[in-house]
């Protein structure tokens, strides 16, 4: 069964920083490439990080060098790890494959950035 479950966010001042998990089913973990993606309000599901095939990472221009992804492959865990947050990344992340699997979104973790 195909499944993400996102933890991890809440309110935080501009500067601040948060830490998301998204925790994966076994299978999906071992055989496709994971990613972040994020939805503010009125707009349109935006990719945010993601693996390669070999492994690397790619970010959006808008999170390059204040967010990192990371995984843990014992725990099918995928994290993003977001420094600097400014208010323009206020959104709900959701986490999923690369390219993601479309009808198996979870239910996202509310990120708000505010002073």
């Known amino acids: 069964q195909v499944q993400f479950v996102e933890s991890g966010g809440g309110l935080v001042q501009p500067g601040g920083s948060l830490r998301l998990s998204c925790a994966a089913s076994?299978?999906?973990?071992?055989?496709?490439?994971m990613g972040w993606y994020r939805q503010a309000p009125g707009k349109q599901r935006d990719l945010v990080a993601h693996?390669?095939?070999?492994?690397?990472?790619n970010y959006a221009d808008s999170v390059k060098g204040r967010f990192t992804i990371s995984r843990d492959n014992a725990k099918n865990t995928v994290y993003l790890q977001m420094n600097s947050l400014k208010s323009e990344d206020t959104a709900v992340y959701y986490c999923n494959a690369y390219p993601p699997l479309g009808d198996y979104w979870g239910q996202g973790t509310q990120v708000t950035v505010s002073s």
């Open positions: 693996f390669t095939h070999g492994g690397s990472t």
């Open positions: 076994g299978s999906i973990f071992s055989i496709y490439r």
